[in-house]
């Protein structure tokens, strides 16, 4: 990388709030713009492959298997079936706990396999905020458990978004560290970028937020065409995560270029 400027300046608004905001740490703009440059390229081509990743595979079968298990006659039995140590009350803690076992490689990327158990457990996490656990009211028989709300098409559809978005964010703030560590080449002065993007982690995830919404047209219809009768093959599983990482893509070389 060095310091060879490679024209591929990020023209965007909010990826250029994001690279001004940055250039506080030495009022250096020009060096984070090539920073920003690299990252938009990393990103780009690693979201190329990451569609086949292990770890990005089996989070998000995750996901899908916790909403599916939800249209299901008897939610817990069904998520015991398959294996998960699930309590008598599913709980966010326990859903966490199969997410750590389950979303594993051998193989894989240590670094690809921890963020993509961390978005996993985001998307978790965000869904029980949104849609807590409610007791019963004078006009309910039975509280609503967070859970069994997941089998709808609309909850899958938050479910992909928060994972894509935590996911997104997660490696924006991986390639803008490492990128920026290899450009800078002064300890102190990476130290201080790093605490810049640190103080700047909401505008980042705002953004990462923002470019994950372009799934939101696809991914409810797509639960509810491709779990109708069945849990989804390998292959349409597959094919939701390499369509939703062409979009991301595709939305990265538009910051790029602003076109």
């Known amino acids: 990388m060095g310091h060879e400027r490679i024209g591929f300046l990020p023209k965007t608004k909010q990826w250029l709030n994001i690279v ?3 250039s506080t740490y030495n009022g250096d ?19 190329e492959a990451l569609a086949f990743d292990e770890s990005v595979k089996k989070a998000f079968t995750y996901l899908i298997t ?9 939610q817990i039995e069904y998520l015991r079936s398959l294996g998960y140590k699930i309590e008598d009350d599913l709980s966010v803690f326990t859903l966490m706990s199969n ?9 894989g990327s240590l670094e690809i396999n921890k963020i993509a158990q961390d978005a996993a457990m985001q998307a978790i996490i ?15 028989e039975v509280s609503t458990n967070t859970w069994s709300r ?11 978004k928060s994972f894509f978005a935590s996911f997104t964010e997660r490696h924006m703030r991986y390639y803008l560290e490492r990128i920026a560590a290899g450009h ?14 640190n103080a700047h982690s909401k505008i980042i995830a705002e953004h990462a937020d923002s470019v994950s919404g372009i799934m939101q047209s696809f991914a409810a219809g797509w639960f509810n065409k491709n779990t109708a009768s069945e849990f989804p093959s390998d292959e349409q599983i597959q094919g939701f995560l390499r369509h939703s990482f062409e979009k991301l893509r595709e939305e990265f070389r538009r910051e790029a270029t602003g076109k």
């Not at 997941?150 to 992909?160: K, Q, V």
Request: net charge positive; with cysteine.
């Open 20 to 22: 001004n905001q940055l």
């Open 29 to 47: 703009i020009e060096s984070v713009k090539q920073i920003a440059d690299n990252t938009l390229i990393a990103l780009q081509n690693k979201f």
């Open 66 to 74: 916790i909403a599916f298990s939800a249209k299901q006659p008897n």
């Open 99 to 107: 997410a750590k076992k389950n979303i594993s490689t051998e193989n």
């Open 126 to 140: 965000q869904f029980q905020k949104k849609h807590p656990f409610t007791q019963p009211s004078l006009f309910e």
């Open 150 to 160: 997941l089998g709808t098409g609309s909850a899958f559809c938050e479910l992909a």
């Open 184 to 197: 800078i080449g002064d300890y102190s002065q990476v130290d201080k970028f790093i605490k810049q993007l």
